[in-house]
């Protein structure tokens, strides 16, 4: 393995080509606006370290992801994942023929194309799905958070969504947090975005009454007919968020799929029935406040409702292969459909980026910077 590895890198010397990267600007209070990201030329040699287990690649789509948001505010205390770092701060990391001008680029899970691999797992032309930069070309140091794309007969893009995290969030987070089981009441909100729409086709296929809830007229009738949730409402036109659960819900809620936080889940906690579970995988209509809206958490003592949170990283691995397998199956089959929004071109990300929180996008969120 090591010898055919050092035959990739022999083969690896070559040109410097430009790598427009996606960096944050300054640090962002409130709403994020595009002129809080900069798209800049930077310059990459398609090379990959002699002897290293690096892998470089070609960033086919870009995925557009709320929690990028909560890491363009410096915070004191350290998260689960690091904050992103403004300013065109260019650090030439170079190690003998290979070298790579680095900015703070903006990362998430994306899919690529290998150009170049010293690692045994890889070799050129193969495609990946995981955690690389907002740019055209990433130097992967070690591919540990990269997947193999084993299903080709689907658009790559999936992998940035229904087979990618997105997927793997709402299935991990229905089951295993959730634990919906066939015949309970399911809620799902921000229900038209990338994990919503999957939850609630599960949520179906398992067998549950499931109702979503969205920003627009346009999303809900899509809830309704194309994802085949038995009830779905605009949050925005409801005046009592309350009142709109106990229309669909009058037995109460015994899942709820966490995605907004804020006023939804305060009226939530006040329609969940006895031993409901809540599986809070997120929080958007928080990530642009200074402060988090107040929430009457103690409703859970009363009620004995599991509140849990969870990361959908703890689901990597064989977890992530079964879901894969079954997820791929599903889509065969027709069983679950997909739905997605392509945003053409780097440029044109950080207005993707943006529009997630004006609710600009009907189902997930993508940018295509490059073809196969
Ligand atoms: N725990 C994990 O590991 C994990 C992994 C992935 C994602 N997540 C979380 O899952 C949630 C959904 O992510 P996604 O990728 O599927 O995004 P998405 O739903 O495709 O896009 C975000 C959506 O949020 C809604 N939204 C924006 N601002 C809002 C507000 N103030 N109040 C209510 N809704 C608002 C918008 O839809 P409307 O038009 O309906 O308002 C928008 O389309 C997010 O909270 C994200 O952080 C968690």
Known sequence: MASSAAAVVAEAEGEEVTNRQVILKRYVTGCPTVDDMEVVAGAVRLA???GSAAVLVKNLYLSCDPFMRTRMTRHSEPGFVPDYVPGKVFVIVSISTCYVTVCQVLD???????????????????????????????LIPNPMFCHRINHHEFP??????????????????????????????????????????????????????????????????LLKTKFGFDDAFNYKKELDLNAALKRCFPHGIDVYFENVGGAMLDAVLRNMRPRGRIAVCGQVSQYNLERPDGVDLFQLVGKHICMEGFLVSEYAGEYYRRFEEEMARYLKEGKVVYVEEVAEGIEAAPAALVGLFAGRNVGKQVVAVARE
């Not at 010293?118 to 055209?136: A, Q, Y």
């Not at 999957?198 to 346009?218: E, N």
Request: aromatic share 12%.
């Open 48 to 50: 990959v370290p002699p």
């Open 156 to 221: 790559l893009s999936y992998y940035t969504g229904v087979l990618g995290v997105p997927g793997l969030t709402a299935y991990a987070g229905l089951f295993e947090v959730g634990k919906a089981r066939k015949g309970e009441y399911v809620f799902v909100s921000a229900a038209a975005g990338a994990v919503g729409q999957i939850v609630g086709q599960l949520a179906k296929l398992t067998g549950c009454y499931v109702v979503g809830s969205a920003g627009s007229d346009h999303k809900v009738n």
């Open 108 to 138: 998430t899970c994306n899919v690529s194309k290998v150009v170049l691999s010293g690692h045994p797992d890889f070799k050129p032309g193969d495609l990946l799905w995981g955690v690389t930069g907002w740019e055209e070309y990433s």
